[in-house]
């Protein structure tokens, strides 16, 4: 049986790695298949799009002249051309 750390090749029954010393009778590593992958981005996308309509609510909602969209020019005088 090999070793699933460094590729060893070790006896059939052997309980540690003869080369790393790592266990070999560990279950082998999870890996997240693609439904794990499905799942986790669905989460992430149904939190993305909730927190931007949450977001563009609570800023809809916040009364002028806090989401103004045009600053008066005398706010930024630096930019002003004589
Ligand atoms: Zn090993």
């Known amino acids: 049986m090999k070793c699933l ?13 003869r080369k790393c010393g790592v266990d070999l009778n560990l279950p082998p ?25 949450g977001i563009s609510n609570f ?8 989401r103004m969209r045009q600053i008066p020019s005398e706010v930024t005088p630096w930019l002003q051309s004589k």
């Open 5 to 17: 750390v460094c590729q060893t090749d070790n006896k059939d029954g052997a309980k540690v790695c």
């Open 29 to 53: 590593l999870w890996r997240p298949d693609w439904k794990w992958h499905a799942k986790v981005l669905g989460v992430i996308y149904v939190v993305l799009i909730a927190l931007y309509f």
């Open 59 to 66: 800023l809809g909602r916040i009364p002028e002249p806090y």
